[in-house]
Structure formats: C-alpha cells, structure tokens
C-alpha cells in the first residue's frame, strides 16, 4: 500500500503520522535493495508487516542495465506533439517548454562551447512553441525531449508513436550514456514549464506539468506494458484537474498491483491500496462511504483492475457498486487474459484466442466461447458512466477520464491494454495494436454518458471509430479490409487459426462474426442502424 509521508493512508488506522519516515526508508531499505546488500541486512520492521511503502520509491530504481539500445532524440524534426510523453509506460521520456531568455542565460553558463552546443541541439523550435509565440510578439520557448536514462527499458514504444521521425534507437556505449545523464540532470535542474505554454486545447499537454506526473517510473512492468500507460495517462488527466492531494487509488490484485509494489519500489505519487482479487470495488465502497463521512467528497477515487478481476471474478462486486450508485471511477485494463497468473483465458478473451486453459490443438482450437462485453453490461446498469478507449486514441482516452472524473456518480472506463507476452507482439507495439483493435472493430471505441439524454442513442456516442455507419473500414489507400482476421494476423495469440497459406480457420471466421455483431448492435444502440 502506497502511502505519502506523513499523511494518513486510505485505510483508517490508529498508527502515529510518522510511523513511516520516508527519507529513512530511502536511506535504509531502498538503497540496500540498490547495492545488494538488503536481503542479508534488514531487519524486518512494523512497516514491512503492514505492507507500508513511501510515494514514489521508484524514481530510486535503475533500469539502465536491462536494454543494449536507447531513444535518441532529433530535435530539428520535433513538433512538440507529445506523443512520445505521453505513451512511454514508464516515465522515461519527459518533456519542457523553456523560455528563450531562460534557456539561453542556462546554456552561456556552460563554460566549454562543445558541451554548450551538443546541449543546445538538445531544443527544437517547434511551430508550436516557438513561431505561434513569435507571430504573437510574444516570447518564444525552445521546447526538449529528455531520456531518463534509469526508467528506460528499450521498449521503443516511443519511436513507433513518433510519426515525426524526431526519435529513433541507438545502441548504449561508454561514450552516449554520459551525454544521458548529464542531459537528464539539466532537465530536472531547470525550471517547470511555465502555464502560457500548455494549451487547455492540446489535453496530452498536461504531461508539461508537474501535477500530471503522479506515475514516476521504475515500476516493474513488461517493457512496453500497455496498462501502465493507461494508468499514467489516467493519473495525468485526474492529477491536472484535482491535485495530487485529491486522488486515491483502490487496485484489485493483478499484474497492475504487482508491478507497482515490487518491495520496496513504489511508481505512485497518491496513496494507493489493494484488497483481493475479486473485492477491489467492495473496498472502494467502504473507503468511499468514510471520505464522504469527512466531507472530502471532492477526492477522486479511483478503483484498478483487469479484465479478470472486473468482467469474471469481481463482476458482481463491481455490479453491486454501480447499482448503489458510488461516486467511484473505475479503470480497467483490458489485456482479455488473466496475464498475472500465466495468461489463462477469461470472459473477455476472443473466440479462437490461444490462451492457457483454452489451448489451440487436437481436440479444442482456442477458446471456444464469446466475448463477454463489460462496457454493453455497464451501460444496462442504471447511471452509469461509461466509456471504452485505447491509448492510441489520446484525446477520446482524455475526454472520457475528465468526463469520468466530473460525473457524479459511477464510471467504468474499459481500456486495451496490449499484453506484449500474451498477446504475442512486440514491445514496442502496444500503440499500434490498441489502435488496430478499434479500427478492425476488435475493441471499438465509445463513451455513454447518461448526461446525454433519456434514450441509449442519444447518450451513447461511437465517435472516434472509421466508417460509423459500415461494416468495417477500409483503407482509401489500398482498399483492404480491417476486419476481425485482419487484427488477428498481428498477433501471436491467433497464429495457429492460418493455415500454412495464411488461409483464416471455421473458429477465427465464427469470431470474425462474432466481433461483427457485436458492432452492429453498438450501431444499433447507437442509432445508427
């Protein structure tokens, strides 16, 4: 459980506030774990019997050793999008907008005009920052990528997302690896980026801001992990708007849970809690009802879990919480297996899906069953926020945690979250797959906000999915279809459905037609059909 200093922590307990010293924590028991001497030295203490770790213990990690190759960044092709920020599921890619008078008195402090050069190649003047501002008569800033060089793991997730070209991978030498340090000590050292430069337009720049950064790496999650970047995204939007003091987070047991408190690193700047595997949203109703009791019915609280834990296991407690109405928003990560326990299959699996429990051979070919759809029974329950989204879709992912956040009441929010292992993909595609599964109808997007109106067409909106109104989209360029079997050659998990020719098999076309009408009855719901 993760826990400010000095604060009390979301379960009410009758511990002193200074209990957990968090400076002595670093000093003593993260730093053992860094120099290897921790597992022989410490003593086990009333912390590690109550599970207590400090916020943000994972800044202390260092990854640097796991990945031969690292981000490099080209400044002259950046636009400033933020794609890059904002995808990275590990913190390790950050961004600042620094005036031109701060940044040039900050480099003419470099004594040796070699070193002040290679920094000043560090800045892009971007249309964005820099000649939107001079149009304007107003000062321009310089705008910088910067690699932690501790929090990368290689995933190049980064460089996949760039369509500008302005990041692509090198190998790590003795002569590089220098330049990171030092390059990411100045990014730390100079100032926040000040408020004119974040547009309230441009919602992927709230990762400019020091309040979005509520995730600060070194959690140890897959390279590449698709639900860390949901969580970070999900903090960046609910940190923006409400504080660091105004969030807590309930997480059913998981990968999620896993990762984030790998003893005794701790990636959340929030304090954070989590119960049983199939109790997540009993616990947040209990914790719900208690800050209500001290009028702090302005917090946000935010319930985690993945599919297992929130369409299988925990589906009647979470059913139990949206009835009752709770002001609880719920994120869960979507991976359509239960990735924490080996990958087995669960009800939100796909048809043909080779998974544990529902193995591809002689006598069964993947699994058999249906999809189980969270956002279709979310939305049967009454007043109800619900959205389902990717993080390849920035702006809807955004637009529905804000939403979420303002909705007075329950919000689920269903995201796809590529689980590279399981799935069967590369690191560095988590975007592109997230993406894939909206266009080929896998995994299409939506928001239903009961705001909206009285009827589901008038509160469901499939805005943000191509081609509303067919079958499956097709690309203007090529004509191919994105259909079902489409999606299912990228990925591993559907590798033994094609035949040696690449012909789909009887299961993958009943899944293809599964995928379909579940698209049709979204249209219809929608109005659209």
């Given at each position: 459980m993760g826990?400010?200093?000095?604060?009390?922590?979301?379960?009410?307990?009758?511990?002193?506030?200074?209990?957990?010293?968090?400076?002595?924590?670093?000093?003593?028991?993260?730093?053992?774990?860094?120099?290897?001497?921790?597992e022989k030295g410490l003593e086990?203490?009333?912390?590690?019997?109550?599970?207590?770790?400090?916020?943000?213990?994972?800044?202390?990690?260092?990854?640097?050793y796991i990945a031969p190759e690292i981000p490099y960044y080209i400044s002259e092709n950046c636009t400033g999008c933020m794609d890059c920020v904002t995808e990275c599921p590990d913190t390790a890619i950050l961004a600042k907008a620094i005036p031109k008078s701060v940044l040039d008195a900050d480099l003419e402090k470099i004594s040796d005009p070699a070193e002040r050069e290679r920094q000043r190649r560090n800045w892009a003047q971007t249309t964005?920052?820099?000649?939107?501002?001079?149009?304007?008569?107003?000062?321009?800033?310089?705008?910088?990528?910067?690699?932690d060089p501790t929090k990368c793991k290689g995933c190049a997730e980064c460089v996949t997302v760039c369509d500008d070209l302005a990041l692509k991978m090198v190998s790590k030498?003795?002569?590089?690896?220098?330049?990171?340090?030092?390059?990411?000590?100045?990014?730390?050292?100079?100032?926040?980026?000040?408020k004119k430069y974040v547009s309230s337009k441009i919602l992927a720049d709230m990762m400019l801001t020091d309040p979005a950064l509520l995730y600060v790496g070194g959690a140890g999650s897959c390279a590449g992990c698709g639900e860390a970047t949901a969580i970070r995204m999900m903090l960046a939007a609910t940190g923006f708007v409400y504080g660091q003091e105004n969030i807590g987070i309930v997480a059913s047991t998981g990968c999620?849970?896993?990762?984030?408190?790998?003893?005794?690193?701790?990636?959340?700047?929030?304090?954070?809690?989590?119960?049983?595997?199939?109790?997540?949203?009993?616990?947040?109703?209990?914790?719900?009802?208690?800050?209500?009791?001290?009028?702090?019915k302005k917090k946000r609280?935010?319930?985690?879990?993945?599919?297992?834990?929130?369409?299988?296991?925990?589906?009647?407690?979470?059913?139990?919480?949206?009835?009752?109405?709770?002001?609880?928003?719920?994120?869960?990560?979507?991976?359509?297996?239960?990735?924490?326990?080996?990958?087995?299959?669960s009800t939100s699996s796909y048809m043909g899906q080779d998974s544990d429990f529902a193995r591809h051979g002689k006598t069964q070919t993947g699994k058999s069953e249906r999809r189980k759809e969270l956002a279709t029974l979310c939305i049967a329950h009454p007043d109800v926020y619900v959205a389902q989204t990717t993080c390849a879709h920035v702006n809807h992912f955004y637009k529905a945690i804000m939403e979420a956040n303002e909705y007075p009441g329950p919000a689920v929010i269903n995201v796809f979250t590529t689980c590279?292992?399981?799935?069967?993909?590369?690191d560095h595609m988590a975007g592109h797959q997230a993406k894939l599964a909206a266009d080929t109808r896998a995994f299409p997007i939506l928001i239903h906000d009961p705001r909206k109106g009285e009827k589901i067409s008038e509160r469901l909106s499939l805005m943000g999915n191509p081609a509303m109104k067919e079958d499956w989209y097709k690309d203007?360029?090529?004509?191919?279809?994105?259909?079902?079997?489409?999606?299912?050659?990228?990925?591993?998990?559907?590798?033994?459905?094609?035949?040696?020719?690449?012909?789909?098999?009887?299961?993958?076309k009943m899944a293809q037609e599964d995928r379909l009408k579940n698209w049709h009855m979204l249209q219809e719901l929608a109005g659209h059909r």
């Open positions: 826990v400010t200093a000095k604060e009390t922590t979301l379960i009410q307990t009758r511990m002193p506030l200074d209990v957990l010293d968090a400076d002595d924590f670093n000093k003593r028991v993260v730093m053992g774990y860094e120099d290897g001497t921790a086990a203490d009333l912390n590690l019997a109550r599970s207590l770790i400090p916020a943000g213990t994972g800044l202390l990690r260092d990854f640097s964005k920052y820099w000649k939107t501002y001079e149009k304007k008569n107003d000062e321009p800033a310089y705008f910088g990528i910067f690699i030498t003795s002569d590089n690896m220098p330049n990171y340090t030092k390059d990411w000590d100045t990014f730390r050292t100079l100032p926040a980026t000040p999620n849970t896993v990762y984030t408190s790998t003893y005794p690193y701790n990636p959340y700047m929030v304090p954070w809690t989590n119960s049983l595997f199939e109790n997540g949203p009993a616990d947040a109703m209990g914790i719900r009802l208690r800050w209500d009791q001290l009028g702090w609280l935010w319930l985690i879990g993945g599919d297992g834990a929130m369409n299988d296991i925990g589906f009647q407690s979470l059913s139990r919480m949206l009835a009752k109405g709770s002001d609880i928003k719920v994120l869960v990560l979507d991976t359509q297996v239960y990735s924490n326990t080996g990958g087995q299959a590279q292992p399981e799935h069967g993909v590369a203007p360029k090529t004509g191919e279809v994105y259909d079902f079997i489409h999606f299912a050659r990228s990925e591993g998990r559907f590798s033994k459905q094609f035949d040696k020719d690449g012909n789909p098999s009887a299961v993958l």
